[in-house]
Every structure is written in structure tokens, then in C-alpha cells.
T-cell receptor
Framework: GDSVTQMEGPVTLSEEAFLTINCTYTATGYPSLFWYVQYPGEGLQLLLKATKADDKGSNKGFEATYRKETTSFHLEKGSVQVSDSAVYFCALPTHDYKLSFGAGTTVTVRA | NAGVTQTPKFQVLKTGQSMTLQCAQDMNHEYMSWYRQDPGMGLRLIHYSVGAGITDQGEVPNGYNVSRSTTEDFPLRLLSAAPSQTSVYFC????????????FGSGTRLTVV
């Protein structure tokens, strides 16, 4: 079935460092792709999305490009802050009304 | 503020007790879901609904019941709590399950002793 595979981490960075979290997908067709973020003690928030190939989603300085040739949707941020410390999930919707999530990547940013 | 509201935020149950986790959304979303989040297991779908009066099972439905009498509400019932149901439960909703992403509630942390 449709699924995503995500770099697991954990990842520890210093402030202002560059962040990349890899995500690849397996799907029939070209589903929408999502990145969610979960801050400590909170629910998941939609960070960004792309609904078709070559789309770039962006939000809060984060970007991800939907690349069908490499079946990837890697998350990037050029300069992270302590407030970006969270767990990040790649996800795609399936046709049985489910979100297929990656395992999650814990990111810790140190001042 | 519009969104998904879950109550309670924390709950401790004894084995065998029953309870209902409440979920309400005010965005007029047709699609609603319940997930549980466990360390090392990620998020797993328990039950979902595609509209009022329509519910179906997800990946891990055993021990849980749901109903959807209104568009707004989607309660999750634990029939006879077991320690294996200790988890964080999230309710989510969307207007389009394939393209718009889900809005999640803040979660209910349940401990069964």
C-alpha cells in the first residue's frame, strides 16, 4: 500500500544550522504529501503540503519540494532556531481515509 | 478559535473501567478520525468517519467504539480499559481527506492501571 519512509534521527543541531529531513514515498499515482510538526506535549500541526509533482510547500522558513522522479519530499530549513525543536512527520493520505505517517524525526536545536 | 477540541486532556483509568473521549470540531468537516500514538509504533488509525452516521474501522479498532450522530462530534468509547490502551489519543478532521491535510486536536493522555 501507499506509504512513506522517513529518516529517523534523532537530529541535534546548533542554532542557525541547516536542517534536512529525508522522506521518500511509495504510491500508486501522485498523492498529496504533507509535513506535520509536533511540539512537546501538543498535537500534530500541518506544517506544509504539496498536492502535485514539482509543487513546493513552504511555511515558517521550512520548504519541501514534491519530486516524482526521486519519489521524495525532503524537508529543509536554512537556519534553525531553538523554537524549531520538535518531532517532524512526513505523511501521505491513502484512499482508505488514513494518513500514512513516517516514523517521525526528533529534532533538537541547541542555543 | 476554530479547531478540534478534545476532552479530557489527561485521564487515569483502572483496568475494566469504561470511558468516553470527547472530540468536537467547528469547521464543518466531513471526515474525522481517531489515532493513538505510542512510542516506537508511531500513529495508528483506530476508527474514522466520512460523515454523520457513517463510521468504519481503522488499523487497531479492537476495544474501541465510535459513533457520529452529528457532523461536529466524534466520541471514542473504551468499553473495558486494558493496560495496552495506555496511550496518547488524537482526534483529527478534514474537509478533504486526500488534499487538505487533517487538523489535529491537542490529545488525551490516557493511563490504564
Amino acid at each position: 500500500g501507499d506509504s512513506v519512509t522517513q529518516m529517523e534521527g534523532p537530529v541535534t543541531l546548533s542554532e542557525e544550522a541547516f536542517l534536512t529531513i529525508n522522506c521518500t514515498y511509495t504510491a500508486t499515482g501522485y498523492p498529496s504529501l504533507f509535513w506535520y510538526v509536533q511540539y512537546p506535549g501538543e498535537g500534530l500541526q500541518l506544517l506544509l503540503k504539496a498536492t502535485k509533482a514539482d509543487d513546493k510547500g513552504s511555511n515558517k522558513g521550512f520548504e519541501a519540494t514534491y519530486r516524482k522522479e526521486t519519489t521524495s519530499f525532503h524537508l529543509e530549513k536554512g537556519s534553525v532556531q531553538v523554537s524549531d525543536s520538535a518531532v517532524y512527520f512526513c505523511a501521505l493520505p491513502t484512499h482508505d481515509y488514513k494518513l500514512s505517517f513516517g516514523a517521525g524525526t526528533t529534532v533538537t536545536v541547541r542555543a | 478559535n476554530a479547531g478540534v477540541t478534545q476532552t479530557p486532556k489527561f485521564q487515569v483509568l483502572k483496568t475494566g473501567q469504561s470511558m468516553t473521549l470527547q472530540c468536537a470540531q467547528d469547521m464543518n468537516h466531513e471526515y474525522m478520525s481517531w489515532y493513538r500514538q505510542d512510542p516506537g509504533m508511531g500513529l495508528r488509525l483506530i476508527h474514522y468517519s466520512v460523515g454523520a452516521g457513517i463510521t468504519d474501522q481503522g488499523e487497531v479498532p479492537n476495544g474501541y467504539n465510535v459513533s457520529r450522530s452529528t457532523t461536529e462530534d466524534f466520541p471514542l468509547r473504551l468499553l473495558s480499559a486494558a493496560p495496552s490502551q495506555t496511550s496518547v489519543y488524537f482526534c483529527a478532521s478534514t474537509r478533504d481527506s486526500l488534499n487538505y491535510g487533517y487538523t489535529f486536536g491537542s490529545g488525551t493522555r490516557l493511563t490504564v492501571v
